[in-house]
T-cell receptor
Framework: AQSVTQLDSHVSVSEGTPVLLRCNYS??????LFWYVQHPNKGLQLLLK??????LVKGINGFEAEFKKSETSFHLTKPSAHMSDAAEYFC??????????????FGTGTQLKVEL | NAGVTQTPKFRVLKTGQSMTLLCAQD?????MYWYRQDPGMGLRLIHY???????AKGEVPDGYNVSRLKKQNFLLGLESAAPSQTSVYFC???????????FGPGTRLTVL
């Protein structure tokens, strides 16, 4: 079974400084990987996804992630944090289910705090 | 397009009571999912459906049942609620295996 590990449960940055949220995955083959964001008391929104095309994936709101097979990593970055980026971020791997469909396996989440 | 909607948004139950959560999507998606979110655990798959009239178990199905009588609706039922089912429940749908899963806003359920 595939799995993801988010290495930091909480990250705190100052507004205007870079963001790095770390994710490692475990997979027996080339996976589909995603980053989702969840703002307080809201649903989940897709930031970006990797599906075996370009290894550097650009997403919404200035976020990007790089798939590194040799390191089994899919870290999320942003050059300059904004107050509105404060949220919980989930690294997710997609697995095919028996009988069809695909299952998303979520990491435990990283809470991003942005300070003035 | 309303996307994925969930009703109710909040509910408080007593142990042993039953209830049904409704998920509706207006995007003509084939696949629908029910997840639960608990602190520090991410989201876990309860049940899913690959099309109208089909359902299957996810990783945490015990204590829940589902039905997909219409393509646009996916119902999650709790026959006899337990405190361990206190959670936030999210429904999601996707058009095909390569697509993005769209999530509803969630239902916060408390079982006393």
């Amino acid at each position: 079974a595939q799995s993801v590990t988010q290495l930091d449960s909480h990250v705190s940055v100052s507004e205007g400084t870079p963001v790095l949220l770390r994710c490692n995955y475990s997979s027996s083959y080339s996976p589909s990987l995603f980053w989702y964001v969840q703002h307080p008391n809201k649903g989940l929104q897709l930031l970006l996804k990797y599906t075996s095309a370009a290894t550097l994936v650009k997403g919404i709101n200035g976020f990007e992630a790089e798939f590194k097979k040799s390191e089994t990593s899919f870290h999320l970055t942003k050059p300059s944090a904004h107050m509105s980026d404060a949220a919980e971020y989930f690294c997710v791997v997609s697995d095919q289910l028996t009988g069809g469909g695909n299952k998303l396996t979520f990491g435990t989440g990283t809470q991003l705090k942005v300070e003035l | 397009n309303a996307g994925v909607t969930q009703t109710p948004k909040f509910r408080v139950l007593k142990t042993g009571q039953s209830m049904t959560l409704l998920c509706a999507q207006d995007m003509n998606h084939e696949y629908m999912y029910w997840y639960r979110q608990d602190p520090g655990m991410g989201l876990r798959l309860i049940h899913y459906s690959v099309g109208e009239g089909t359902t299957a178990k996810g990783e945490v199905p015990d204590g829940y049942n589902v039905s997909r009588l219409k393509k646009q609706n996916f119902l999650l039922g709790l026959e006899s609620a337990a405190p361990s089912q206190t959670s936030v429940y999210f429904c999601a749908s996707v058009k095909d295996l390569q697509g993005e899963q769209f999530f509803g806003p969630g239902t916060r359920l408390t079982v006393l």
